[in-house]
């Protein structure tokens, strides 16, 4: 699988290490930066990691700020990208299953490494459940950032 990495600064050294994680379980990554600690800005590298799924350079993303809800709420804002900010391995399995969720968000200074590894090993691991009240409810999402896209241009 292919999977594409980004942080802000705060996240970088968490990046670095989630990087060598997936490298390390023969993961292909796509690392969009940061690539130093220089103060930067989240929402830059959310709309890169969801640029990179919806463009099919990546399958899936990981993406990392301090403490994860800035960058999730960024990333949320992409049509068809689906992050959610996931601190527990059952949150980071049961949002790819149920929500088909392709963005993991996490926040660097909220969890350690070891965790943030088990997070992205449950949500490389997870599958979309394909179940009939998941798919509806995929559906209705769909609808919603359609019908709000059209909104916005209306305006």
Do not use: W
């Amino acid at each position: 699988m292919k999977i594409v990495i980004g942080s802000d600064h705060a996240g970088f050294q968490l990046k670095v290490a989630m990087g060598d994680v997936l490298r390390s379980l023969g993961q292909e990554v796509l690392d969009i930066g940061a690539f130093n600690e220089n103060p930067s800005d989240y929402p830059d590298f959310a709309e890169a990691v969801g640029r990179a799924v919806l463009d099919g350079r990546a399958e899936r993303g990981v993406l990392i700020c301090g403490s994860g809800v800035g960058a999730s709420v960024a990333a949320n804002k992409l049509a068809g990208i689906r992050a959610a900010v996931c601190h527990d391995s059952y949150s980071a399995h049961q949002g790819v299953e149920h929500d088909d969720m392709n963005v993991l968000v996490l926040g660097s200074r909220i969890i350690g490494v070891k965790l943030a590894e088990d997070l992205v090993k449950a949500f490389l691991a997870a599958k979309f459940s394909n179940e009939d009240r998941h798919v509806r409810r995929l559906n209705k999402i769909r609808a919603l950032e359609t019908k709000f896209a059209a909104s916005k241009t209306a305006a």
